[in-house]
């Protein structure tokens, strides 16, 4: 029986060196059945920057698919254009890898054999290792708390210290996300309201709450570099966290006021704690990212881009 097809989708944002250490690291796989797919997004003025990635790519990796995405519209949008492409393609699997790691040659074969064991099982994920810690878990899928605290299960422990089997979980981090193409179908895509942050929590809540399974499978093995395009700590992904905690909150909380009550709860008081230390920028910032949740803007934000701050993360 032949194996089936898995698109592994990427999307470069000025990550040009990653990108190409990342696609050298998928020429060494040892499943016999995946297409590659790089999405390109635009930076700069009017999004029309780019560099230097697609050229690159072309000339060191010919049979990798690369496409030109015309706007930045982030993780979410990014990821929904190559989603749509492989589909379109025929692929029978879709796997979400970031751009900003590298994979073991077998992290394929054990990920595909679980979801082909059990029709229920719609999202699987591999354990996502420390790329300057190889032994160190960053990552074994995620759990998520009434207030959208979202919680990496396993980071800082050894790889060899987790369960040997496939555990549950309430969500699988984008990284490196395996989906059956009927969970695309039925479930939908990304919801392109987050951007950035979040919107692979709402996409396994959303398959949960259809019936499917997300697990993990602890013999798929990644090495991740975390948060190259962001940084872990910027004012960006501070915005999109604080923001989109609330639209998680909106969506999946039970019941939806009280659940947004306290995500608005703790976002006000990491607000207070800001102003009490003398960082306006992050006040501000958490405050930006509640306004908008309350006037419903979402997508893309380019406020930090209109202040004079030394924080450039931006995806």
């Known amino acids: 029986m032949p194996n089936p097809v898995v698109a592994i989708v990427l999307i470069n944002y000025r990550g040009r060196e990653d990108t190409l250490e990342c696609l050298a690291s ?5 499943y016999p059945a995946f297409r590659t797919y790089l999405i390109d997004q635009p930076f700069g003025p009017g999004d029309g920057r ?16 690369v496409i030109e995405n015309p706007t ?3 993780f979410a949008g990014g990821n929904n254009v190559g989603i749509r492409r492989a589909l379109s393609d025929g692929a029978a699997y879709v796997f979400l890898l970031n751009n900003d790691t590298t994979v073991d040659p077998g992290l394929l074969e054990p ?17 996502m290792l420390y790329s300057a810690e190889p032994a160190i878990v960053w990552s074994a899928g995620g759990a998520m708390g ?11 422990c050894r790889v060899e210290e ?3 089997l496939p555990e549950e979980r309430d969500f699988i981090v984008g990284c490196g996300l395996l989906a ?4 695309w179908e039925q479930v939908g895509l990304f919801d392109e309201r987050y951007f950035l942050y979040y919107e692979e929590s709402d996409l396994c809540a959303r398959a949960r709450r259809q019936g499917w399974r997300v697990v993990h499978q602890p013999k798929g093995r990644l090495w991740h570099k975390v948060s190259r395009s962001t940084g872990t700590d910027s004012l960006t992904t501070l915005y999109y966290m604080r923001r989109n905690a609330l639209l998680y909150l909106a969506t999946h909380g039970r019941p939806p006021w009280r659940a947004i009550g306290r995500g608005l709860a703790e976002a006000l008081r990491l607000a207070a704690s800001s102003a009490v ?3 306006r920028r992050r006040r501000r910032v958490v405050l930006w990212a509640v306004g908008d949740f309350l006037l419903r803007r979402f997508g893309r934000t380019d406020r930090m881009a209109s202040e004079s701050w030394t924080d450039q993360g931006s995806i």
């Open 162 to 164: 987790l369960p040997c």
């Open 277 to 279: 230390r003398g960082d």
């Open 72 to 74: 930045n519209n982030g």
């Open 146 to 156: 009434p207030g959208a605290e979202s919680r990496m299960i396993g980071q800082g």
């Open 26 to 30: 998928l020429r060494r796989l040892t």
């Open 180 to 183: 059956k193409r009927v969970v």
């Open 111 to 127: 990920l595909v054999s679980l979801a082909e064991s059990d029709p229920r099982i719609g999202i699987v994920g591999p354990v």
């Open 50 to 65: 780019r560099d230097g990635t697609p050229e690159a790519v072309r000339a060191a990796f010919p049979e990798v698919c």
